[in-house]
């Protein structure tokens, strides 16, 4: 049989010896081969950089009126608590709490019987002083014509006079008192001042109620009111008796119809803020005390304004920028770093009107504004001024 040939471990070790320098040595002159016959990286023509797209609007002057939309809470127009003036035990009861009552109405009478005795006793004591008084009178005159012919002294004629005043005297107190007798028997019956409702009248047959006792409360809502405060660029705008609209939102917004009743002329230092008083018609009665509304006023004729998104706006510092995109040459645009003033406009939070540094026709950048820099080239993707608007419309 034919043996195979061994290979020793010594002549493998001799092999593996020889290959690893060949393969060295082949890397080496591939590496020396590709950094010779590499292209020169300076003679390769530099990548420009991409302008950078960006959304754009084209400045408008449109009409903006002032508007405001201020939430109040409706209140009654009067609002008056009633207490007893005399003392008494309830005998009669016309009206319970919440109740709407009419002006006049009974809300509850008192026992009369000790008011009615005062009044009869006052009355009698008027009559005694009426005949003493006339008595007095007569007796005057009889010594008038006596002291004339020398009969009666000067004292008796003094002494009548006297007496004659203090029985007119007696009959004015008398008259007096039976005006206190009257007054005390009418404070016996309570009525409603006015039309309203009875927001508190805690009084019960029975009861004892003594002078100076609240009795009940009453609200005047025949007519609501609402006091809302504005600033002074807003109050030069309103006037008395300008129509207002309001919305409640009690009602799911439905719409009424007020009017200015008042306009504070002087600044409330609690709110710095001007009151305004807004009175409201609620003869239907579908309008209640602490409804929330809300009230919209024209604040003055609309003017024209430019305005600009919040997002075309950089702060530094305080100080506003905006990046004007301007040409620069065919198909090519820059954007140039402009300062700008601005004023906040009332209850449009996302926008804000142009004083001066951007006129009407300009294209401003909207978008990546913060990555901007003056004379950067850019590619803008026209925008209409009516797209900004809707889309800073539903941003409100």
């Not at 604040?299 to 040409?327: M, N, S, T």
Request: no cysteine.
């Amino acid at each position: 049989m034919e043996r195979e040939p061994q290979v020793t471990s010594d002549g493998s070790s001799r092999s593996l010896r020889f290959i690893f320098p060949a393969i060295a040595a082949l890397g080496v002159a591939g590496g020396v081969l590709l950094f010779w016959t590499a292209p020169d990286p300076t003679s390769l023509p530099v990548a420009e950089p991409q302008a950078p797209s960006l959304r754009t609007l084209r400045l408008e002057a449109r009409p903006v009126s002032g508007k405001a939309a201020i939430s109040g809470l409706l209140q009654p127009r009067h609002s008056v608590e009633i207490f007893a003036e005399v003392d008494g035990r309830v005998t009669e009861v016309g009206a319970e709490a919440l109740d709407r009552v009419q002006a006049d109405q009974l809300l509850f009478r008192m026992d009369p019987l000790l008011a009615e005795v005062a009044l009869k006793r006052a009355e009698a004591a008027e009559k005694r002083a009426e005949s003493q008084s006339a008595l007095a009178s007569s007796n005057l005159n009889r010594d008038r014509g006596l002291a004339n012919v020398n009969v009666a002294s000067q004292a008796a004629l003094d002494a009548s006079e006297n007496a004659a005043r203090q029985a007119e005297a007696a009959r004015l107190e008398a008259e007096a008192s039976i005006a206190e007798a009257r007054d005390r028997l009418a404070k016996k019956t309570v009525r409603a001042p006015f039309a309203g409702v009875l927001r508190e009248f805690p009084v019960e047959v029975g009861e004892y109620v003594r002078a100076g006792e609240r009795v009940a409360e009453l609200l005047d809502v025949e007519k609501l009111e609402i006091t809302i405060g504005l600033n002074d660029t807003q109050i030069v705008s309103v006037e008395k008796g300008r129509p207002v609209n309001l919305r409640v939102e009690a009602l799911a917004g439905e719409p009424f119809v007020g009017e200015v009743d008042a306009v504070g002329g002087a600044l409330d230092q609690g709110t710095r803020k001007f009151p305004v008083r807004i009175e409201v018609d609620n003869t239907q009665g579908r309008l209640l005390p602490g409804m929330v509304a809300v009230i919209d006023l024209e604040l003055g004729a609309p003017r024209e304004e430019i305005l600009l998104p919040l997002e075309a706006i950089v702060d530094e510092f305080g100080l506003k920028y905006a990046y004007v995109i301007q040409p620069d040459g065919p198909d090519q645009w820059v954007a140039e770093k402009r300062r700008i003033e601005v004023r906040s406009l009332p209850f449009l939070p996302t926008q804000v009107a142009v004083k001066a540094g951007v006129t009407e026709g300009e294209l401003v950048a909207l978008s990546s504004v913060r990555q901007l820099r003056d004379g950067l080239a850019v590619r803008p993707i026209a925008e209409s001024a009516p797209q900004a608007r809707n889309r800073s419309r539903g941003a409100e």
